[in-house]
T-cell receptor
Framework: AQSVTQLGSHVSVSEGALVLLRCNYSSSVPPYLFWYVQYPNQGLQLLLKYTTGATLVKGINGFEAEFKKSETSFHLTKPSAHMSDAAEYFCAVSESFGNEKLTFGTGTRLTIIP | GAGVSQSPSNKVTEKGKDVELRCDPISGHTALYWYRQSLGQGLEFLIYFQGNSAPDKSGLPSDRFSAERTGGSVSTLTIQRTQQEDSAVYLC??????????????FGPGTRLTVL
């Protein structure tokens, strides 16, 4: 069985500051890992994903995440926060074989302070 | 091209009534997923269709929930005898889904269901 833990249901950062959203996972098989963003009253949009290969993954809007197998982590970062980054962020995992259903974390709501 | 569409966008119903939620996936996508997003449970998987294979229904919370996918395209999620705890946003996603790959799931805007 898979599970995802996102530490911090709410995170606030100042505009221009570093954004760090934490995600830890458990999986019995090599995982595929995803970060999705949900803006107010909108659907989920993929930010980035890790499948195989390079462990540092770059996504849209300046976000990136690093897969660390030894720490079972896939933290999301952005060097400089922008007001438009305010949204809810979900980390998700799927198995690398067979059914690709996503198991989501509980989400982190990011607030940007002007 | 067009994304995943869902209808209705909002549905208010009375406890005990049946509801049908519709999902139109991206053309050519063989995999279709239903998820539910609620305050108490977060985002949870409900059911998965892949081509002509038997669907994975392991996430359906009770036998009041069912789904079908006709012609490998449009899908309908039906909830019978709705209960207040069924209130949630129901999300549909589709992907190209070559098995063993990691194709991105594209999500629709969701249907917000409110059971009074």
């Amino acid at each position: 069985a898979q599970s995802v833990t996102q530490l911090g249901s709410h995170v606030s950062v100042s505009e221009g500051a570093l954004v760090l959203l934490r995600c830890n996972y458990s999986s019995s098989v090599p995982p595929y890992l995803f970060w999705y963003v949900q803006y107010p009253n909108q659907g989920l949009q993929l930010l980035l994903k890790y499948t195989t290969g390079a462990t540092l993954v770059k996504g849209i809007n300046g976000f990136e995440a690093e897969f660390k197998k030894s720490e079972t982590s896939f933290h999301l970062t952005k060097p400089s926060a922008h007001m438009s980054d305010a949204a809810e962020y979900f980390c998700a995992v799927s198995e690398s074989f067979g059914n690709e259903k996503l198991t989501f974390g509980t989400g982190t709501r990011l607030t940007i302070i002007p | 091209g067009a994304g995943v569409s869902q209808s209705p966008s909002n549905k208010v119903t009375e406890k005990g009534k049946d509801v049908e939620l519709r999902c139109d996936p991206i053309s050519g996508h063989t995999a279709l997923y239903w998820y539910r997003q609620s305050l108490g449970q977060g985002l949870e998987f409900l059911i998965y269709f892949q081509g002509n294979s038997a669907p994975d229904k392991s996430g359906l919370p009770s036998d009041r929930f069912s789904a079908e996918r006709t012609g490998g395209s449009v899908s309908t999620l039906t909830i019978q005898r709705t209960q207040q705890e069924d209130s949630a946003v129901y999300l549909c996603a589709s992907s190209v889904s070559r098995q063993g790959a990691s194709d991105t799931q594209y999500f629709g805007p969701g249907t917000r269901l409110t059971v009074l």
